[in-house]
């Protein structure tokens, strides 16, 4: 039965970063100076726990597979209410673009 619970895992996994998508968009977006970032793409299939806690997903901006950033959701109950975070990295490619001087 480990395999059953391994994938009903992965599955809330996934439904937890589908929640977040828009958080993960407001992160990547935050950096983006030139608002160059017109889409965002989440790799489903980069979804893993994190082992300090929360999930972890990988994507890329506008179509272009080298432009990566990775996310981790966390989240922590503040009273009764589930109060979600996202932090991650942005490659140096996609952060070149999205601060370089516009001409």
């Known amino acids: 039965m480990k395999k059953e619970s391994d994938r009903k895992f992965q599955e809330e996994m996934v ?6 998508e828009k958080r993960i968009e407001r992160f990547v977006r935050s950096s983006d100076e030139n608002k160059v970032v017109k889409t965002i793409t989440i790799d489903y299939d980069s979804i893993e726990h994190n082992p ?10 506008n179509g272009d597979k ?16 589930r109060k979600y975070s996202v932090g991650g990295g942005i490659s140096s490619k996609l952060s070149d ?6 001409k």
């Open 15 to 20: 439904k937890e970063v589908k929640k977040n």
């Open 52 to 61: 300090m806690g929360g999930v972890m997903a990988k994507g890329y901006a």
């Open 66 to 81: 080298s432009l990566t950033f990775s996310v981790t959701i966390s989240n922590d109950y503040v009273g009764d209410k």
């Open 97 to 102: 673009l999205m601060r370089r001087p516009y």
